[in-house]
């Protein structure tokens, strides 16, 4: 089982930008992806973006791109998501996860979960 634990949301005004962490303990193998996901009020949690725990490889939701970049940091086993140019649509609770999986975009598949950390955006 992998613990995952997301911070840097926070209320940020339109036009600017958060770095949001997921710390990761417990069993991380090579093959984990690491996803970031976002639920807005009243709506289903989606897809944002993905990383391979190896760096090598990254996915984004269409809305995504351009806007949103995920990174890792092995040494501090820390994923990131940069969120430039926020949008009040971005506001959400994003969460980490984690999961052996070849289809990064399917929540169904990932087996760990952070608690969430809020993003507000204000116009």
């Known amino acids: 089982q992998v613990q995952l634990v997301e911070s840097g949301g926070g209320l940020v005004q339109a036009g600017g930008s958060l770095r949001l962490s997921c710390a990761a303990s417990?069993?991380?193998?090579?093959?984990?992806?690491m996803g970031w996901f976002r639920q807005a009020p009243g709506k289903e949690r989606e897809f944002v973006a993905a990383?391979?725990?190896?760096?090598?490889?990254?996915s984004y939701a269409d809305s995504a791109k351009g806007r949103f970049t995920i990174s890792r940091d092995s040494a501090k086993n820390t994923v990131y998501l940069q969120i430039d140019s926020l949008k009040p649509e971005d506001t959400a609770v994003y969460y980490c996860a984690a999961g052996l999986t070849m289809r990064p975009r399917d929540k169904r598949l990932y087996d760990s979960w952070g608690q969430g950390t809020q993003v507000t955006v204000s116009s």
């Open positions: 990383i391979s725990w190896s760096g090598d490889s990254t």
């Open positions: 417990g069993r991380i193998f090579s093959g984990h992806i």
